[in-house]
T-cell receptor, first 109, second 114 residues
């Protein structure tokens, strides 16, 4: 299974941008890069996903390196409600969503 | 509200009890999943159903028995559990196994085995 590596935790100030990195050096050509987040006492929530091009949606932006061996989830203005564990996952038709430890994001007021 | 509903939200059961967890989705998805999340551990995939057929069983003990009667409903039958089985059990659904679609998770059932 293709693996991802994320920092265990990160801190941000409220209303500032946050860049959450993810390394996936063994990514295959058919792997999509997915990001989910899990707020306290809730199930994971889909954030964004992409294959090669950068992606934007109402929640976040996903910047994918040209060689696809790393990606960055960008929250443009962190709020206290964005405090969660963020998971970077590689997903294709042949495997399941396999979660690692994720990055715990703490947002300071 | 994600479109995936799990009941009950909380469950306390003795080691000799038999109980069932229920998951329901009306998103038109044809794949459903059970995950286990123990304290301070990553989510662990337990079972996968694709078009009502079980396609994955990640070495889960037989005291956990899944059932998928149709593509909208998924059950996890529990019997003679151990205290270490206490965890958050999460159900998810997605369109057929493809990387270009997101999964939707329920809120989970917080299970405590006493």
């Amino acid at each position: 299974d293709a693996k991802t590596t994320q920092p265990n935790s990160m801190e941000s100030n409220e209303e500032e941008p946050v860049h959450l990195p993810c390394n996936h050096s063994t990514i295959s050509g058919t792997d999509y890069i997915h990001w989910y987040r899990q707020l306290p006492s809730q199930g994971p929530e889909y954030v964004i996903h992409g294959l090669t091009s950068n992606v934007n949606n109402r929640m976040a932006s996903l910047a994918i390196a040209e060689d696809r061996k790393s990606s960055t989830l960008i929250l443009h203005r962190a709020t206290l409600r964005d405090a969660a564990v963020y998971y970077c996952i590689l997903h294709n038709a042949g495997n399941m969503l396999t979660f690692g430890g994720g990055t715990r994001l703490m947002v300071k007021p | 509200e994600t479109g995936v509903t799990q009941t009950p939200r909380h469950l306390v059961m003795g080691m000799t009890n038999k109980k069932s967890l229920k998951c329901e989705q009306h998103l038109g998805h044809n794949a459903m999943y059970w995950y286990k999340q123990s304290a301070k551990k990553p989510l662990e995939l337990m079972f996968v159903y694709n078009f009502k057929e079980q396609t994955e069983n990640n070495s889960v003990p037989s005291r956990f028995s899944p059932e998928c009667p149709n593509s909208s409903h998924l059950f996890l039958h529990l019997h003679t559990l151990q205290p270490e089985d206490s965890a958050l059990y999460l159900c998810a659904s997605s369109q057929i196994k493809t990387g270009n679609t997101e999964a939707f998770f329920g809120q989970g059932t917080r299970l405590t085995v006493v």
